[in-house]
């Protein structure tokens, strides 16, 4: 049986964590900070929960430069559960009900009939933007949801490019759209938007490559993400979400009057005016995951000069770094093809099929990298191939050892073709 220290694992999520993060843990799980008790035994209301979430807020605060959490211009940060696919229906409820709201304040006449020009804008450039569109659909209903691209048109029917800003179709008026949806990185089809794209009311899923750049928060309506790939355990999604849009600064719609039109009313555990307004402690927070998160946001902080800003600069510079090595040995060889267009590679989830999507070769790829204690390589079930997940706590060393492997199970192919044995 292979110990922690043999192995290197890539899987798309759950992901790694740093060991000496989940060191602590082993204890901090048996005695909290002296108190005798566990940190997963403690009231999420106790005055070290509330400590662990202040502190975890403003690890990321700083690392991503978020706004104050005060005035019009500022962000609450929210912690959430129900995952990434939870906030795809907190989103539309909330969103909805802003863009109501908002209507209200200039018409109070014919709301049936304003109703209809209600759009939400999606991006879909892969397989969880395609889901989060498809439950915005279900939510309110496919004549609201207008698809401003959808990039396997533009790809053979496969995900692969992010199809130029000119060839989109984004709805006419601004004040029609309720929100304008994006996936930063496409964790299935290893596709990442370069830079935020821009729309009214934007919301981004971070899911996947949250904490491995810089983000312009300032530029979106909200960004959400599920802990389980770069920040931390399963259980909690991380909302941040502007102020502009949650009271007192936004008004938000009635629930009667949301029913009267047809439009939804989500769950109380989703809703964000209600999370924000509890510091997100409406109902039981697991502040284990919080604690883990903050861990691994303190170590990223650690790293980077604190005249750096924003404090990610250092952790992007190592994502960049890991993801150029790996693509330039695929790169180098006819043996892999790197699936998305390289203009839209993502640097956390390289997608490659080996031989053209050979599948005795990709078994045997998968096979000689278990041999080697790389582990987690297998491509997502809906696409198959190999997928690389350079999340943040794979160390350089880890990337360097699967490097040397792509070399050499290439230079093993390539020989073989050579000898005709193949
Ligand atoms: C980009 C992205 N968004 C959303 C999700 C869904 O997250 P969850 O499984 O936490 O609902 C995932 C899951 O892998 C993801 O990669």
């Not at 691994?296 to 190592?318: C, F, G, H, W």
Request: glycine residues 8%; hydrophobic residues 35%; neutral net charge.
């Amino acid at each position: 049986m292979p110990s922690r220290d043999q192995v290197h694992y890539f899987g798309a999520g759950p992901a790694p964590l740093p060991t000496p993060v989940l060191e602590e843990a082993s204890k901090v799980l048996l005695n909290y900070n002296d108190t005798g008790v566990g940190i997963t035994e403690i009231s999420h209301r106790s005055p070290d929960a509330n400590a662990i979430l202040a502190h975890t807020q403003s690890c990321l605060r700083k690392l991503l430069d978020i706004p104050e959490s005060d005035g019009p211009d500022g962000y609450q940060i929210m912690f959430l559960q129900g995952g990434g696919s939870g906030e795809f229906s907190a989103v539309v409820y909330h969103m909805v009900s802003l863009w109501l709201a908002r209507l209200t304040t200039k018409k109070q006449q014919g709301l049936d009939h304003e109703v209809q020009k209600m759009k939400l804008d999606y991006l879909v450039t892969g397989s969880w933007s395609l889901k989060a569109s498809q439950e915005a659909a279900r939510l309110v209903g496919s004549e609201h949801v207008n698809i401003v691209t959808d990039a396997r048109k533009h790809n053979d029917g496969k995900f692969g490019v992010i199809p130029p800003s000119d060839s989109w179709t984004p709805s006419k008026h601004a004040d029609d759209v309720a929100l304008t949806y994006y996936c930063d990185n496409e964790t299935v089809d290893g596709v990442e938007f370069p830079s935020a794209p821009d729309g009214p009311n934007l919301v981004a899923d971070m899911s996947s490559n949250f904490l491995s750049r810089p983000v312009d928060v300032r530029k979106h309506a909200a960004i959400f993400g599920g802990a389980q790939k770069n920040v931390g355990t399963t259980g909690i999604t991380i909302a941040i979400v502007s102020n502009s849009i949650l009271p007192p600064h936004s008004g938000m719609a009635d629930s009667k009057l949301l029913r009267k039109l047809g439009l939804p009313v989500g769950p109380i555990v989703l809703d964000w005016p209600t999370i924000a307004k509890n510091n997100s402690l409406y109902n039981t927070l697991p502040i284990f995951d919080v604690w883990i998160a903050g861990q691994v946001m303190q170590r990223l902080l650690d790293q980077s000069p604190e005249d750096k800003s924003p404090r990610i600069t250092t952790q992007a510079a190592e994502s960049n770094q890991k993801a150029e090595l790996l693509y330039s040995i695929l790169d180098a060889s006819d043996v892999y093809s790197v699936v998305p267009d390289r203009s839209v590679r993502s640097r956390m989830n390289i997608c490659l099929r080996i031989k053209g999507g050979d599948a005795d070769a990709e078994k045997a790829f998968l096979k000689g990298a278990e041999s080697k204690g790389l582990l987690g390589l297998k491509g997502h079930r809906s696409v198959g191939g190999i997928r690389i997940s350079n999340y943040n706590a794979v160390p350089v060393a880890a990337a360097e050892k699967l490097a040397q492997y792509l070399k050499d199970f290439a230079k093993e192919q390539e020989g073989g073709k050579a000898n005709g044995s193949v």
